[in-house]
């Protein structure tokens, strides 16, 4: 039993990262059906950011701030690559949004190799160790040993998730990009700013993967540059699982994979563990492609 | 002697019946068309006749075989052919590749004779070209023989894409809107297409044309479907006075 | 047009005579590399058939790459198999393995394939490193040289042709597809599947034998990889491989045959003659991918699939000079 909770806890945490990646994938691809390979190293841009600016502001001849610098940095950092975000979509989608599929497709894969490759450019290919790391205190649930931090993740993720599902509901933006979802031509008529909403979509996948990227780099303690890569496609798993283009499907999605894959490593060994993301990945593509909470298609042959 | 014969045929799309219970015939060597009101379900009807889309129920069976469960591709190679309402060519080959693929389902060769330039292949290869030209002059495009399909004028893309479903040898062509979008000279050229279709080449037509004049004048048969039900058929002057098909075009008397 | 067509003809036989000769002008360091812009040449081909021509992007190619570097290197250390005798297997592989991939993802969105392709990439490579067949991290290594009769391939020149011979048939082999009714109908699935479907053509069973097709190819850059190296590993096998054969493929022109030679060229050469700059190779690719895209998708040398004839001249002035999109 504590070994059965202690597995789930980890497992939640590494979800709460997933879901919050998936996010981004999912509303992106909901709105202008683009899979955008590059969204796992936006995280990893974020990571890096919030490595550099929390060096400013904590250790040795830092600024110390505390908590509240701390929190600043978190803020800025997300605002910085929600912008990065941005960009990326004007300079590399935007032209692009009316060719064939495969065009934007590889220019993704080109984002992608691009971020990747400015990041171990500027920052280096070794792995940096992060500024500030966790305490490691707790309390005992059952035997099985949950760190304050691993709470303090999960709670954070929750509060992004929650105000972004509010954003959506309730904001006037949120409505619109509903609306561009469903029809891009009629929303366009109906006065929405199609390209400002698809930019605004950029920037909010991007700040969400930065905040996942930061709190990855303090709860893991190291972040390299290709660390978006295999977390990118297990976000896209997770947003496949919960149906893409659904916002609470990714959320789900997201910390079912997380779990499935806690316990996969705890029974299968950490090797296994990336196939077997693949795996349903491609079993769930294959056999029920819409997800575990999208709508059933029309049958075609 | 019917050609394809459609039997309570149905269609759901989750909630909604798009097609209910629609049967009718069409006779061997005859022009026919189905017509109705926007959203009527004709299109429905088409996917589901050449297998783009399977019916909930019923049964269709084109010259003795049934075509239920079976792929589009298969469906051609037993003698149907399509067009789009809106034009679905290969927008950046040539005229002449485009026209090509029709002989793909009438031609066999494998890898093998591919890498070893057979005989046979040879032969096919050159059988293709001329079903391939032929079917391109027949249209009457020869000049636009090398170009690609998307730099056509928008009639001659149309005309292209009947070119390409010929090509394929079929028993009966079923023309999607043909005339949509076509001026009053390229909707003449077109009826005289579609009677030499049948006249020169033996091949029924079925079509769904919101142009009423164009329907008076070449077709033979109609099928009104609306809601997708069977609401009148017969001859254009019988179905166009029966006041089933004025309601459902009109709406009804009172209303007015 | 004849005398384009004559012409045509004397500028390859020339190309084939200045690639026979070349071994005996370059130095090892350059033979070398040429050697490898052969083996992309060969990948890339491969890669085409399925990107290019059928419009399916692959994102796993080095998969097929690495299925027929480890079945020729397991049967020849293992098994002691003579390496001819390990092609006709590793083609049998390399039809599985692209069927493998093939069947489940057929009926799928072209991105949710990209996707899938990916991952099975990142499993074979998983399994090369977990399993012990294939030596694990460090791989196979020892692998014997083969022979021709009693003479054994053992000289950097040797290998140079061996893959000469592999790279030319590869380029028949696509050309002669392209040119048949299989190629024209993958052609067509790219420009539009339904339509495609609807004149007749079974998109499923022409996909697979595209898959397999580029598997193939793909398998023998592979095989005859693993006899050159004499040792292989995971490592050759990664996605940033497959990516390499991706951007040589569309740097040249997707669907183009003598553009996805130049392409495969210009990824090996490139960062030989940007030495000193390594680092920054990987991020020139990268932005080079979005440029392609953006500013020139039909590639360096694109396909062509419009011509001129006589009925056309005079209309063509009219003609959009900009070359189309071939995707």
Known sequence: ?301 | MSILTVKNLKLQFGGLLAVDDLSFTVEKNSISSIIGPNGAGKTSVFNMITGFYRPTGGEIILDGDSLINKKPSKITSLGMARTFQNLRLFPNLSVLDNVKSGMHCRTKQTVWGALFRTKNQKTEEQLIEEVARECIDFVGIRKYTNRAAKNLPYGEQRYLEIARALATKPKIILLDEPAAGLNFEEKQYLINLIRRIRDEFNITVLMIEHDMALIKQISEHITVIDYGCKIAEGTPHEVLQDEKVIEAYLGKEDAV | MKKFMKNKKQSLSLLIIVMLVLPFVLNIYWLDVLTFVLFYVVLAQGLNIVVGYTGLLDLGYAAFFAVGAYTTAILMTTFHWSFWLTLPVAFLFAVVAGVIVGAPTLRLRSDYLAIVTLGFGEIVRILAINLEITGSASGIYGIPRPTIGSYVLSTQKDFYYLILVVAILSIIIVYRLGNSRIGRAWVYIREDEDAAEAMGINRIRLKLLSYASGAVIGSFAGSVFAVKMTAIAPLSFSFQQSVMILLAVVLGGLGSIRGVVVGAALVIVLPEILRGVDDWRHLIFGVSLIVMMVFRPQGIWPAKHEADDEDDLEEDESKDKKQSVPV
Request: net charge neutral; no cysteine; proline share 2%.
């Open chain 1, 1 to 301: 039993m504590d070994i059965f909770l202690q597995i789930l806890f980890d497992g939640l945490v590494i979800g709460a990262f997933y879901s919050l990646i998936a996010l981004g994938y999912t509303m992106v691809y909901g709105i202008i059906k683009l899979l955008n390979f590059a969204h796992g190293d936006l995280y990893m841009i974020g990571a890096f950011v919030g490595f550099t600016l929390l060096s400013l502001v904590t250790g040795d001849g830092g600024l110390n701030t505390g908590l509240l610098g701390i929190g600043m940095v978190f803020i800025i950092t997300m605002v910085i690559v929600g912008l990065l975000g941005m960009g990326v979509e004007r300079l590399a989608y935007r032209p692009l949004l009316l060719a064939p599929r495969l065009s934007i497709l590889i220019t993704a894969l080109g984002v992608s190799l691009t971020l990747e490759n400015s990041s171990m450019l500027g920052w280096g290919a070794s792995y940096k160790v992060y500024p500030i790391s966790l305490p490691k205190n707790g309390f005992e649930i059952v035997g099985a040993q949950i760190s304050y931090a691993q709470i303090g993740m999960i709670v954070l993720s929750a509060l992004l998730m929650i105000g972004l599902r509010l954003f959506i509901d309730k904001t006037i933006y949120g409505k619109a990009m509903r609306a561009i979802a469903l029809d891009q031509t009629a929303s366009s008529l109906m006065g929405v700013n199609v390209y400002r909403i698809i930019a605004l979509t950029f920037f909010i996948g991007a700040f969400l993967a930065a905040g996942a990227g930061i709190m990855s780099g303090v709860y893991y303690g190291t972040i390299n540059f290709m660390m978006g890569f295999i977390i990118g496609l297990k976000a896209f798993t997770a947003a496949v699982l919960g149906g893409i283009g659904n916002i609470t499907g990714a959320m789900l999605g997201g910390f079912v994979l997380g779990i499935v894959e806690a316990y996969g490593t705890f029974y299968l060994g950490g090797s296994w563990k990336d196939v077997l993301a693949f795996g349903i990945l491609i079993l769930f593509l294959v056999f029920k492609p819409t997800g575990i909470l999208g709508a059933k298609e029309m049958e075609r042959m």
